[in-house]
């Protein structure tokens, strides 16, 4: 569980977050969502204390992010990067198993679990394993990034506009590969978008943040049916949600 408790953040003279509070279940696809420069990529940061409070407290799992051993802390959270985040001087199975490695995985182990995971995003192990990041397509180099955070079946899994950079049709299969593969392995993900559309699609519940404040927080057909403030109900205007 991810618990913000009466979270502010500033950058010198400028507040980003303004006393936020509200807990993530274990096992939810919660997603964040608003114009850029709302706070949504700042709050993710926070869990993984790459950014931190100043004042307020981030806890997962009944402990405050910075009582942990960063170092541990960020190996057993995935992080998800928009596209161009693969080492580009590792093949795909050297980037899918960086945190493996890390974890001093057996290479058999690495090689195994490689193998079921390119098969599961429909990447073929014989061909993909030993290609360079310069010779996939975009889809195919996030499908990479996307294993290289899963491989260890973190508990917590954060995703940066991980689809952005992608053309419509990889966006999509995307978006559908990555609410199958939570399905699957009930990983808690915690996913930062500005799209309005691809938040309610795949989220579980959306929280939508404007100017460092949250506006509200609930599921999909209670953003886009019940909207909290004239923002929500703004936002979701016009856009056939």
Same mark, same amino acid.
């Given at each position: 569980?991810?618990?913000?408790?009466?979270?502010?953040?500033?950058?010198?003279?400028?507040?980003?977050?303004?006393?936020?509070?509200?807990?993530?279940?274990?096992?939810?696809?919660?997603?964040?969502?608003?114009?850029?420069?709302?706070?949504?990529?700042?709050?993710?940061?926070?869990?993984?204390?790459?950014?931190?409070?100043?004042?307020?407290?981030?806890?997962?799992?009944?402990?405050?992010?910075?009582?942990?051993?960063?170092?541990?802390?960020?190996?057993?959270?995935?992080?998800?990067?928009?596209?161009?985040?693969?080492?580009?001087?590792?093949?795909?199975?050297?980037?899918?198993?960086?945190?493996?490695?890390?974890?001093?995985?057996?290479?058999?182990?690495?090689?195994?679990?490689?193998?079921?995971?390119?098969?599961?995003?429909?990447?073929?192990?014989?061909?993909?394993?030993?290609?360079?990041?310069?010779?996939?397509?975009?889809?195919?180099?996030?499908?990479?990034?996307?294993?290289?955070?899963?491989?260890?079946?973190?508990?917590?899994?954060?995703?940066?506009?991980?689809?952005?950079?992608?053309?419509?049709?990889?966006?999509?299969?995307?978006?559908?590969? @990555?609410? *199958?593969?939570?399905? /699957?392995?009930?990983? &808690?993900?915690?996913? +930062? =978008? $500005?799209?309005?559309?691809?938040?309610?699609?795949?989220?579980?519940?959306?929280?939508? @943040?404007? *100017?460092?404040?949250? /506006?509200?927080?609930? &599921?999909?057909?209670? +953003? =886009? $049916?019940?909207?909290?403030?004239?923002?929500?109900?703004?936002?979701?205007?016009?856009?056939?949600?």
């Amino acid at each position: 569980m991810i618990e913000f408790r009466n979270v502010v953040k500033d950058f010198g003279d400028h507040r980003v977050l303004n006393s936020a509070n509200f807990t993530i279940r274990d096992g939810e696809f919660f997603v964040l969502v608003g114009p850029s420069g709302s706070g949504k990529t700042t709050m993710l940061k926070m869990i993984n204390a790459l950014e931190t409070a100043t004042q307020g407290d981030v806890l997962v799992n009944g402990k405050r992010v910075t009582d942990y051993n960063l170092r541990d802390l960020r190996f057993d959270v995935g992080y998800v990067l928009q596209a161009g985040s693969l080492f580009p001087n590792l093949t795909v199975a050297e980037n899918i198993a960086v945190i493996a490695k890390m974890k001093k995985w057996r290479p058999e182990r690495i090689k195994q679990q490689t193998e079921i995971l390119l098969d599961k995003v429909g990447l073929s192990p014989q061909e993909f394993m030993n290609r360079m990041p310069q010779d996939l397509s975009g889809g195919q180099a996030q499908r990479i990034g996307i294993l290289r955070a899963l491989i260890t079946r973190p508990d917590i899994i954060l995703m940066d506009e991980p689809f952005s950079a992608l053309d419509p049709m990889s966006r999509v299969q995307l978006q559908e590969l @990555v609410v *199958d593969l939570h399905k /699957e392995f009930k990983t &808690t993900v915690v996913f +930062v =978008t $500005h799209d309005m559309t691809e938040a309610v699609k795949i989220a579980d519940r959306v929280c939508i @943040v404007h *100017d460092g404040n949250i /506006e509200q927080i609930g &599921t999909p057909h209670d +953003v =886009t $049916h019940h909207a909290a403030t004239d923002f929500v109900a703004k936002l979701f205007d016009g856009q056939g949600i």
